[in-house]
């Protein structure tokens, strides 16, 4: 590819790395990559770099690491780069002083179709909702969030046992060759910028709590299953059993019903645990108490009881 047009990479996770691998392997001239702050990590709470940060700094690319994004030493740092274009991928929402800095603009990959799922945890919120389809859009960063002129889309369908993370990494992929294509076609000088579609009535995707995360055992068995995969592996979906928290990554509908009861009414039966949804029963697969790891239910009996 012809290194004509300067790129700065903004991302912090796993999910952005692929878009810059994918940048960095077709030729694309980065010439510097932001990301968050090291942050304390792990038993020793050892600060460690960021997923992008380690990327970057294998292919030998100097990395901007700012607290604050109007910093005006870091706004000095970034002008010095004289970038035509800045590409984002699950990165912290930007200042003008910042998108607006280079000649074409800035450009973000988003995971969902837009203007559908606008917000921070848009693929956690489609298998919650029960979706069958969602995708990945690249479009140029505009004042209000998620809402600028569209560049790309693809289509991405969602199988009826996918998780977020089954899905996030099938989008982390296929967002990394839009990323590609999009930055090829700027290149080229053609491209389209599609006005996001007005009128429609959206589906937000907010950014997710703890409080969020706890199940709600008084709608559909359906509606409950959809929430614990939107949940998993992260940030979890959670229940209380008598008291005690428990972490819950995978249920199945089960024909199997103990005894007439209240949603939310926990039954061990013959080392499966089972809770009932507004209109059935739920077989509990995966789950961690506290202070225990991730096991399955058959594990978890084998050891604990409710």
Same mark, same amino acid.
């Given at each position: *590819? ?17 878009? +810059? ?10 010439? #510097? ?12 709470? @050892? ?10 700094? &294998? ?9 604050? +994004? ?19 991928? #699950?990165?912290? *929402?930007?200042?003008?002083?910042? %998108?607006? *800095?280079?000649?074409?603009?800035? =450009? ?30 690249? $479009? ?9 002129? *569209? !560049? $790309? @889309? ?12 089954? +899905? ?15 930055? @090829?076609? !700027? ?21 997710? @709590? ?6 709600? %055992? ?8 959809? $929430? ?8 979890? &979906? ?20 103990? =005894?007439? #009861? ?5 039954? #061990? ?11 059935? %029963? ?17 594990? =978890? ?6």
């Amino acid at each position: *590819m012809n290194d004509s047009l300067r790129i700065i990479f903004m991302g912090t996770p796993d999910f952005a790395v692929a878009s +810059l691998n994918r940048l960095l392997a077709a030729g694309c001239s980065v010439v #510097a990559v932001v990301t968050a702050p090291d942050r304390p990590s792990g038993r020793g709470l @050892q600060l460690t770099g960021s997923p992008v940060k380690r990327a970057a700094e &294998a292919a030998g690319i100097p990395v901007l690491q700012p607290e604050k +994004l109007r910093d005006p030493v870091f706004l000095e740092q970034l002008e010095s780069y004289r970038a035509d274009l800045q590409v984002v991928v #699950a990165f912290r *929402m930007l200042p003008e002083v910042v %998108w607006a *800095m280079p000649r074409i603009g800035t =450009f973000n990959l988003h995971a969902s179709l837009l203007p559908q799922y606008r917000g921070a945890a848009p693929i956690n919120w489609v298998i919650i909702n029960g979706e069958t389809e969602t995708g990945v859009t690249t $479009f140029f960063i505009e004042k209000e969030i998620d809402t600028g002129q *569209m !560049i $790309f @889309q693809e289509t991405e369908p969602i199988h009826p046992h996918d998780t977020a993370g089954t +899905l996030h990494d099938r989008l982390m992929e296929r967002g990394a060759g839009l990323v590609l294509k999009t930055v @090829q076609a !700027i290149e080229a000088g053609n491209f389209p910028r599609i006005p996001q579609p007005a009128g429609a009535e959206l589906k937000p995707a907010p950014k997710i @709590q703890r409080e969020t995360c706890e199940i709600n %055992w008084f709608q559909p068995a359906e509606a409950v299953r959809n $929430f614990v995969r939107g949940m998993s592996p992260y940030p979890t &979906a959670w229940t209380k059993i008598n008291g005690k928290v428990y972490k819950i990554y995978s249920v199945s509908a089960s024909d199997h019903s103990p =005894f007439a #009861a209240e949603p939310g009414t926990a039954s #061990a039966e013959r080392k499966a645990l089972l809770i009932k949804a507004e209109d059935g %029963w739920l077989s509990v697969d995966e789950l961690q108490a506290e202070g225990k790891r991730r096991m399955t239910a058959e594990e =978890f009996f084998r050891g604990n009881t409710i």
